[in-house]
């Protein structure tokens, strides 16, 4: 049963449109709250994967651009709590377009936290992401893991992070930042390694992937929802960054090999080169230390199996809006 802590709070999320994104939304909905939704604006109208949630009828909708001042500072009025997402999120594509990264990442960001300290919000939200870790210097890898940004978009997440602090320190914004790491389930999309295994898993009698010795640690999208609202609630996770993930990791191949297993499939794994990241940008292995998160109360409720078995199942439903010969960037 969900909880009442959200009854009647006005809350915006940004890139609410998106995998978990539109997850967290529902869930806000869920618990009462009065959510308002930043997506970005498509001529042709589209909200995302709210589009397909019945939750969508009962959120207040603004396209528009989270570097746009006036239209992020309208958004906010009335807000007492802000869930950031919006940002662009595919690392192969920024090897290519970098400065939109830092446009979205960075400027996007800055933007969001400056409306924010002008509405007066009670809490801000900020999500990062593990990639900002780089390949692990130890394991597991807390919160005060130094940061080594091997791609364009770890980078302008790491960016983003530093500015939500500084405005904590230098303006007293009350910002917790939430850095999840692999997030998977339900909507994601082919550039994340669970669905192109998938997708592929079903569709053929080849895998195609690149490196497959790194480790990560994935994590149900549910739980990094729940990690989200109850973050928001604790008076102990302002100025500070907080991990969520599983605590434990698996390699792609190991990953693909299970897929197969689950998904029935005997199609077997090559590699492609062009799917491979830069050498020196390749982050190797990620496992998170959530002992942070576990002492304010939060811990993952779901095993990989079993989100992995849901992921499936969804992907099958709508195996219709992938391509699984196409490498998505």
């Given at each position: 049963?969900?909880?009442?802590?959200?009854?009647?709070?006005?809350?915006?999320?940004?890139?609410?449109?998106?995998?978990?994104?539109?997850?967290?939304?529902?869930?806000?909905?869920?618990?009462?709250?009065?959510?308002?939704?930043?997506?970005?604006?498509?001529?042709?109208?589209?909200?995302?994967?709210?589009?397909?949630?019945?939750?969508?009828?009962?959120?207040?909708?603004?396209?528009?651009?989270?570097?746009?001042?006036?239209?992020?500072?309208?958004?906010?009025?009335?807000?007492?709590?802000?869930?950031?997402?919006?940002?662009?999120?595919?690392?192969?594509?920024?090897?290519?377009?970098?400065?939109?990264?830092?446009?979205?990442?960075?400027?996007?960001?800055?933007?969001?936290?400056?409306?924010?300290?002008?509405?007066?919000v009670r809490r801000v939200v900020h999500t990062s992401t593990s990639e900002v870790y780089g390949t692990a210097q130890r394991v597991p890898i807390g919160e005060d893991h130094s940061l080594q940004t091997q791609s364009p978009y770890s980078a302008t997440k790491a960016g983003a992070d530093l500015l939500a602090m500084s405005y904590h320190r230098s303006f007293g914004l009350p910002v917790t930042t939430v850095r999840p790491f692999n997030t998977y389930g339900p909507r994601q999309s082919a550039r994340a390694v669970i669905p192109t295994i998938i997708t592929q898993a079903l569709g053929g009698s080849t895998i195609k992937l690149g490196h497959t010795a790194p480790t990560r640690d994935f994590t149900f999208v549910a739980d990094t929802v729940n990690g989200f609202l109850q973050l928001a609630q604790s008076d102990g996770t302002i100025g500070r960054v907080v991990n969520l993930g599983s605590g434990s990791e698996i390699s792609i191949a190991e990953l693909a090999q299970r897929i197969c297993e689950l998904t029935g499939s005997s199609a077997r794994v090559v590699r492609d080169a062009s799917r491979e990241r830069p050498e020196a940008s390749e982050v190797e292995r990620l496992c998170a230390d959530i002992s942070l998160a576990r002492s304010l109360g939060w811990a993952p409720a779901c095993s990989l199996d079993a989100g992995l078995k849901q992921t499936i199942g969804w992907v099958k439903e709508n195996l219709h809006a992938f391509r699984p010969d196409a490498y998505a960037i």
């Open positions: 049963m969900a909880g009442t802590e959200y009854h009647d709070r006005a809350v915006l999320v940004t890139g609410a449109g998106g995998f978990i994104g539109s997850h967290l939304v529902e869930q806000l909905v869920a618990r009462g709250a009065r959510v308002r939704a930043l997506i970005r604006y498509t001529s042709t109208g589209t909200r995302g994967w709210l589009d397909r949630c019945p939750a969508a009828a009962q959120v207040e909708f603004i396209a528009a651009d989270i570097c746009d001042h006036g239209a992020v500072a309208k958004a906010m009025h009335g807000v007492d709590t802000v869930f950031h997402l919006a940002a662009l999120i595919g690392i192969p594509y920024s090897y290519h377009a970098p400065d939109s990264y830092v446009r979205t990442n960075v400027e996007g960001t800055a933007n969001v936290l400056r409306c924010a300290l002008d509405a007066g």
